[in-house]
């Protein structure tokens, strides 16, 4: 399949839709109509309007690459970021030099500090997390949590891939929303995407995408605490699968829990 350019989604007479594809969880997916990605761009573009330093935390999953190709290709701007948590799976890390090869530009870069990471360790071992909720999270803190504090100081605003359809704890994501964990405005600008409208533009547009989705992978954490799904499960219960769903959150995205009202539009 000939890859299609955004341009040429924007051209009058084009078809509604885009192509239909298969995505790596074997479902035929839908076929994204051309004024969701229009609308997509478009958010983009006002997002950088309002809030010009901000940044894309993007963890190289399937959504965030679909960010990534629409930041990049769209001329937006706005800037983009991951965190290697030390325990990525090495499919994962190439994905940054592929991000390089295909846009000229990498991601910025932000790790955990070692010594955090060896007294935890040390004082827990290397797999505590499977022990209890709370030592999970406390290795969630120190290798995702504050780094991402680093990456967004200074910033008034933040971008991320989540989706609704992703988890009990996402059914409510707004589209934009006050994060008062971290202290700046935050955007969901796939909030109302379904998995297979994400892996229709993933085809339409020939993004690059993690290999280990076509392994049964949706969600993809740190290697340790990720599996592959089973056929009819949850697309993030591959995620800390020996906890429950409820709990299934790392601390980026702690306001998932409550119901947060957007702010006013800036004009």
């Given at each position: 399949m000939q890859p299609v350019s955004t341009s040429d989604l924007a051209q009058e007479g084009q078809a509604d839709k885009l192509p239909t594809d298969k995505s790596p969880t074997g479902k035929l997916t839908e076929k994204l109509p051309t004024?969701?990605?229009?609308?997509?761009?478009?958010?983009?573009?006002?997002?950088?309007?309002?809030?010009?330093?901000?940044?894309?935390?993007?963890?190289?999953?399937?959504?965030d690459m679909?960010?990534?190709?629409?930041?990049l290709e769209?001329?937006?701007?706005?800037?983009?970021?991951?965190?290697d948590t030390g325990r990525l799976h090495a499919e994962t890390l190439a994905l940054l030099d592929v991000i390089e090869a295909r846009y000229g530009r990498r991601p910025d870069v932000f790790r955990p500090h070692e010594e955090a990471v060896r007294e935890h360790v040390?004082?827990?071992?290397?797999?505590?997390?499977y022990e209890s909720v709370a030592l999970r999270k406390a290795c969630c803190e120190i290798r995702k949590v504050e780094p991402l504090r680093r990456a967004l100081a200074g910033r008034k605003a933040w971008i991320t891939g989540q989706r609704r359809a992703q988890s009990a704890t996402r059914a409510d994501l707004p589209d934009e929303e006050q994060d008062?964990?971290?202290?700046?405005?935050?955007?969901?600008?796939?909030?109302?995407?379904?998995?297979?409208?994400?892996?229709?533009?993933?085809?339409?547009?020939d993004i690059p995408y993690n290999p280990l989705h076509d392994q049964g992978y949706p969600s993809i954490g740190c290697e340790p605490c990720t599996r592959?799904?089973?056929p009819g499960e949850d697309v993030r219960a591959g995620r800390w699968w020996w906890e429950s769903s409820d709990s299934?959150?790392?601390?980026?995205?702690?306001?998932?829990?409550?119901?947060?009202?957007?702010?006013?539009?800036?004009?």
């Open positions: 004024r969701k990605w229009q609308a997509l761009t478009l958010r983009l573009a006002d997002i950088a309007r309002r809030y010009p330093d901000a940044v894309l935390a993007s963890s190289l999953a399937a959504e679909l960010l990534t190709h629409a930041i769209g001329g937006s701007g706005l800037g983009i970021f991951t965190l040390q004082a827990h071992g290397a797999y505590a997390f008062t964990t971290f202290g700046l405005y935050k955007f969901n600008p796939l909030a109302d995407w379904s998995e297979a409208e994400v892996w229709a533009a993933i085809r339409a547009f592959a799904i089973r299934k959150e790392c601390g980026l995205h702690a306001g998932n829990r409550f119901s947060i009202k957007p702010e006013a539009v800036r004009s």
